[in-house]
Nanobody
């Protein structure tokens, strides 16, 4: 089994910064894509950023230029550095990873979510 544990959420004023971390542990042969989703109250979960094992990245238009996704493959950890935060960034942020087991089966796993609140 695989666990994803997020940390780094909290309350910050508009214009501030936060760094989220998500560490994967368990029976892991490799991890391909790692992603950060977010879900604001009353809205659907949306993909904020993603990164492949080779380092290629994707950003939603709403966060482009303000958020940076990075990963440490040796630590099976993905980060999300969020700068110039806005009240509309308030959401629960979820880590997601595509993990290949030693049996070469790939499954998608989710973290428990971490709350980010940006005050105006």
């Amino acid at each position: 089994q695989v666990q994803l544990v997020e940390s780094g959420g909290g309350l910050v004023q508009a214009g501030g910064s936060l760094r989220l971390s998500c560490a994967a542990s368990g029976s892991i042969f490799s991890i391909t894509a790692m992603r950060w989703y977010r879900q604001a109250p009353g809205k659907q979960r949306e993909l904020a950023a993603a990164i492949t094992s080779g380092g290629s990245t994707y950003y939603a238009d709403s966060v482009k230029g303000r958020f940076t996704i990075a990963r440490d493959n040796a630590k099976n950890t993905v980060y999300l550095l969020m700068n110039s935060l806005k009240p509309e960034d308030t959401a629960v942020y979820y880590c997601n990873a595509d993990v290949r087991s030693y049996e070469y089966i790939t499954r998608s796993y989710w973290g428990q979510g971490t709350q980010v609140t940006v005050s105006s």
